[in-house]
């Protein structure tokens, strides 16, 4: 069987869903595009978004370990590219995504131009470029919504059919970056060294924030999924 059929709704692949969360805007774009996502792949993917995450304290550090060891625990990761300049806490997600080899795909809808890339290179500063196990899906928002539009009968059909497309065409390369073989190729003790100063590097607390058997536990489900 397929690992694709495996998975359906029954092991699915948890994706960190990292982008901004300031406004009304970014907020329910995010929960939309994330339900979308789990429906259209028959709940293949599971998406965690960190505005749904419940925190325990309000302090700055709790959330971020919180998000970190978000990071480091979900299979794949999706990170929202969007803006003339990229969101701060989404490039650290990213490049910590980076670190431990977790396969990733960059979505950009924003149609401006932006980075200090040439006129073939992607839209955003290039130390955010280049790296393994990464795809990019970019489109123009603009033109995607005005298709979606055309024949909606309301602003309700118009974000269903707008949504159904980027969930659609995020799904795929998901699936096609899935596929993609790790760096440390089976490395174990490579493998284990990466995930244990990940808890260590960052410092604040995030050690202890994880449980003892986080790191083992981890490594095993992603081993099971076919990841490492």
């Given at each position: 069987?397929?690992?694709?059929?495996?998975?359906?709704?029954?092991?699915?692949?948890s994706?960190y869903?990292?982008?901004?969360?300031?406004?009304?805007k970014?907020?329910?774009?995010?929960?939309?595009?994330?339900?979308?996502?789990?429906?259209?792949?028959?709940?293949?993917?599971?998406?965690?978004?960190?505005?749904?995450?419940?925190q325990?304290?309000?302090?700055?550090?709790?959330?971020?370990?919180?998000?970190?060891?978000?990071?480091?625990?979900?299979?794949?990761?999706?990170f929202?590219?969007?803006?003339?300049?990229?969101?701060?806490?989404?490039?650290?997600?990213?490049?910590?995504?980076?670190?431990?080899?977790?396969?990733?795909?960059?979505?950009?809808?924003?149609?401006?131009?932006?980075?200090?890339?040439?006129?073939?290179?992607?839209?955003?500063?290039?130390?955010?470029?280049?790296?393994?196990?990464?795809?990019?899906?970019?489109?123009?928002?603009?033109?995607?919504?005005?298709?979606?539009?055309?024949?909606?009968?309301?602003?309700?059909?118009?974000?269903?059919?707008?949504?159904?497309?980027?969930?659609?065409?995020?799904?795929?390369?998901?699936?096609?970056?899935?596929?993609?073989?790790?760096?440390?190729?089976?490395?174990?003790?490579?493998?284990?060294?990466?995930?244990?100063?990940?808890?260590?590097?960052?410092?604040?607390?995030?050690?202890a924030?994880?449980?003892?058997?986080?790191?083992?536990?981890?490594?095993?489900?992603?081993?099971?999924?076919?990841?490492?």
């Amino acid at each position: 069987m397929a690992a694709t059929e495996r998975n359906r709704g029954v092991n699915p692949f948890s994706v960190y869903f990292a982008g901004e969360l300031f406004d009304h805007k970014h907020l329910i774009g995010n929960a939309i595009l994330a339900e979308a996502i789990e429906r259209h792949s028959d709940c293949r993917y599971n998406c965690v978004v960190p505005q749904h995450l419940e925190q325990a304290t309000g302090r700055a550090v709790d959330i971020r370990n919180q998000d970190l060891k978000q990071v480091m625990a979900c299979d794949l990761g999706l990170f929202n590219f969007d803006g003339t300049d990229l969101d701060s806490g989404t490039v650290v997600e990213f490049m910590v995504a980076k670190f431990l080899d977790i396969p990733s795909v960059i979505l950009r809808s924003d149609f401006r131009s932006s980075g200090d890339q040439d006129k073939d290179g992607d839209a955003w500063n290039l130390m955010c470029s280049f790296y393994p196990r990464v795809r990019v899906l970019g489109f123009n928002a603009m033109a995607w919504y005005q298709k979606a539009r055309e024949d909606a009968a309301d602003v309700n059909e118009c974000s269903s059919r707008l949504y159904a497309r980027i969930a659609d065409a995020v799904i795929g390369q998901l699936d096609a970056v899935r596929a993609d073989p790790p760096v440390a190729e089976s490395d174990e003790e490579r493998i284990r060294d990466l995930y244990e100063w990940a808890t260590r590097f960052p410092g604040g607390g995030l050690e202890a924030f994880c449980e003892p058997d986080f790191v083992d536990e981890v490594i095993e489900s992603k081993r099971r999924k076919g990841l490492l």
